[in-house]
């Protein structure tokens, strides 16, 4: 039995699907039933099965839940504490909404990794909402950036206010019926708990009317190319806007207020990296990256994200 196949279990559990758990995790679908299968052939039971609801624990599982739950965490804790002995950097791994991820996570942890030095290691990667809520709560990542978590184990703090629009090609104009708009959005418009999917939902947009693309720039300049309309942060926005390249277009929902928020453990489980990021966060020079991080980073500088993962 290892923290490889605990992890998978807790995750699978947690999340209801073999598929989200792989997508948390950063491997592949088969790597997490495999892991399943040895730890349900190690243990003599199925633990978890799939129904018509998902996946459900069987009466043995309900009961390995906590257990294996608190193995995580506690493998988690001995990793850092043999590091910190060692005298590596302190681990910060950060679940990122795609968003995020696309255009602030770079010159964010670019700014915070120069505050810190040599004694932060950061990696990063991109999770839902359900998947961040699952991966602090396990000690599976330090923190998350994005959306509240309703947790009462963990802890959400705001730290970036912002807003929602709707943009079309240079010149369009307001249409009565937004969802007869072929809608063209990033990933997070295939995600159900997304702000994004919140505003599509709000304009009572049908599903065969939104096309998702690989990433938002992608669905910005198809949108600027007349394909249809996007959705966008404002500020991130402001650049294709002021160029004449996109237009902001006025619906019955939008500007629909956001705030991105850093989760981490409550403060008693917090780590010391997660807690120095939060505070990080908090900082004039965050809050001016957050406004305006299209300035990038010198190449011999530039780290790509990694996925978050403990996986053995």
Partial sequence: MTL????????VARLGSVTGAAR????SEPAVS?????????H?????????????????GRRLLPIASRMVELGADAEAAVRGAGGAPEPLRLALTSTLAEFVAGPLLEAFGSRCGDTVEVSSGLATAEQMTALVSHHLADAALGPALPDPELESVPVFRCSLVVVGPAGARHARDPSAWPWLVGPSGAEAGSDVT???????????????????????????????????V??????????????????P???????????TPARQRCSAAAASLRYFLGTPAAMQVMRRPGNGVPPSRFRPPVHVTIWS
């Fill in 4 to 11: 490889g196949q605990l992890s998978a279990f807790v995750l």
């Fill in 234 to 251: 404002e500020h991130l926005v402001a650049p294709l806007v002021r160029r004449r390249e996109l237009t902001v277009l006025p619906t």
């Fill in 34 to 42: 495999q892991a399943l299968s040895a730890l349900r052939h190690h």
């Fill in 253 to 263: 929902a939008t500007p629909m207020p956001l705030c991105w928020h850093i989760t």
């Fill in 44 to 60: 003599g039971d199925r633990l978890v099965v799939r129904t018509a609801q998902g996946m459900t624990l069987t009466p043995a």
């Fill in 198 to 232: 919140r505003l599509l939902r709000a304009l009572r947009v049908p599903d065969e009317r939104v096309q998702v693309f690989s990433n938002e720039a992608a669905s910005w300049s198809a949108a600027s190319d007349g394909g249809g309309v996007s959705i966008a």
């Fill in 24 to 27: 948390a995790l950063g491997v």
